[in-house]
């Protein structure tokens, strides 16, 4: 059995790093996805574990090798996700988050058709801007922009959720994680035979 592609998108602020860490600790057999970046490093962050941080002519590399499931610039910096992330993590049943821009849903959804993808929506502009006040986020008048921008995309996700209270905002994308985990072709035809009628 293959572990399923959760594909989590929000504009900076949204409260998406919260909620996908929510998942990862209540759940078993689910695991981010590490992307490959351009972007230095900010303090704190780890190798291989926040992300790969790689210099542009490694990435333009992996590029022509045709090693990204997606890639795409944001924000001036190069992202990538790499096939081998996935396919590693879905061979052995894990259901894999992948915490990506719009333009890389959208290459993903055409690779992988069964990808379910999940907007994270702010409650308001007003809520949105202090959030990320709060959280000290740095070019403040782009991130917003930004968002009303990516917001428009939502009717491309198969689902969204509006992070409003946390507590809700969490049991939705549960149930989202555990009806995929539920699908009929998910399901291990092995169950069936071990009803075969031994005579
Ligand atoms: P993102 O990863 O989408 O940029 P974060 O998860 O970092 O967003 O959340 C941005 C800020 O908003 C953080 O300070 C976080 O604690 C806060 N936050 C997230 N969800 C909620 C919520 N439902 N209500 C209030 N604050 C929230
Ligand atoms: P940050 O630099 O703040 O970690 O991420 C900036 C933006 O890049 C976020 O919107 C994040 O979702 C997006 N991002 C992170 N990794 C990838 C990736 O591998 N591919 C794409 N397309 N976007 C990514």
């Known amino acids: ?8 998108s929000a504009p900076s602020g949204a409260g998406k790093t919260t909620l996908c860490n929510a998942i990862v600790k209540d759940f078993d057999r689910i695991a981010f996805s590490v992307s490959y970046t351009t972007r230095r490093p900010r303090e704190g962050e780890i190798e ?13 590399e992996m590029i022509q090798r045709e090693e990204f499931a997606e890639w795409a610039m944001v924000h001036g910096n190069l992202y990538g996700t790499a096939k081998k992330t996935l396919n590693d993590l879905m061979e052995r049943n894990i259901d894999v988050l992948l915490d990506i821009d719009v333009q890389g849903a959208k290459q993903i959804k055409a690779l992988y058709p069964e990808a379910v993808l999940v907007f994270i929506m ?14 000290g986020a740095e070019n403040l008048d782009l991130r917003l922009k930004r968002a009303f921008e990516e917001m ?3 009717s491309f996700y198969d689902y969204v959720i509006i ?8 049991s939705d994308l549960k ?22 009628p031994i005579v």
Do not use: Q, T
């Open 163 to 170: 992070n409003d209270s946390l507590e809700k905002a969490i």
């Open 175 to 196: 149930s989202i994680i555990i009806s995929e985990r539920l699908r009929s072709k998910r399901f291990d035809p092995e169950f069936i035979d071990r009803f075969y």
């Open 122 to 135: 702010p409650p308001s502009f007003e809520e949105l801007k202090e959030r990320l006040f709060r959280r």
């Open 1 to 8: 059995m293959k572990g399923s592609l959760i594909v989590v």
């Open 48 to 60: 291989g574990v926040d992300y790969y941080f790689v210099d542009e002519k490694r990435f333009r």
């Open 152 to 154: 428009r995309e939502y």
